[in-house]
């Protein structure tokens, strides 16, 4: 019997501390950071008239602050681009030093392969994709792993298939 009260009594004093200590690892992604996405999304159309055509999205403008904050039930990443862009809300979870981010609709910018520019914003050149995500915090960066839900999108009255996604999100905290 007192082999079991000192069991009970050392395990009621040894949980509660193990319990605080994953708490605060996960408090440790919780902050501010700048961000850039970079990396490489090309499609091909899959119209049925006529040769398929490659096309190009670019991440060029995908930089600027992001906060991570911590909600009742689980964590959003808020990401404002720079450059008047948009601002970017991706609800996730974080365990220890690991964040997922959950689907969010993310514009991308198409790229003119005519001329290899980007084309204007204001010739309807934005393509929002679901994107999600999963990474790790590493001595004050946090690189993320992208990927698209999406398997397909509509450009100029053609329908475009994700030949490749490979987009990665690196954040220095501040």
């Known amino acids: 019997m007192r082999r079991f009260i000192k069991l009970f009594l050392i ?3 040894v949980l509660p501390t193990l319990v605080s200590c994953q ?3 996960s408090k440790s992604i919780v902050g501010n950071y700048y961000f850039k996405v970079s990396g490489r999304i090309t499609g ?3 119209d049925e008239e006529g040769p398929s055509e490659a096309i190009d999205l670019s991440t060029f403008r995908m930089s600027g602050q992001m906060e991570v904050i ?3 039930g689980g964590y959003i990443a808020r990401l ?3 450059l008047g862009g948009p601002v970017l809300l991706f609800p996730g ?3 220890g030093e690991d964040i997922k981010f959950d689907d969010a609709s993310v514009p991308f910018t198409v790229k003119d392969s005519a001329t290899a520019s980007t084309v204007s914003n204001s010739t309807g050149s934005v393509i929002y994709l679901n994107v999600y995500g999963q990474g790790r915090l590493y001595d004050g960066t946090l690189i993320v792993d992208l990927h ?9 009255s053609k329908i475009y298939e994700i030949d490749e996604f490979e987009v990665d ?3 220095d905290k501040e």
């Open 148 to 156: 698209c839900s999406d398997k397909s999108f509509a450009y100029k």
């Open 11 to 13: 395990s009621a004093l």
């Open 44 to 46: 091909f159309s899959i």
């Open 70 to 72: 911590d909600t009742t």
């Open 93 to 95: 979870t974080i365990e």
């Open 169 to 171: 999100l690196v954040a």
């Open 23 to 25: 708490k605060s690892l």
């Open 80 to 82: 404002s681009v720079m």
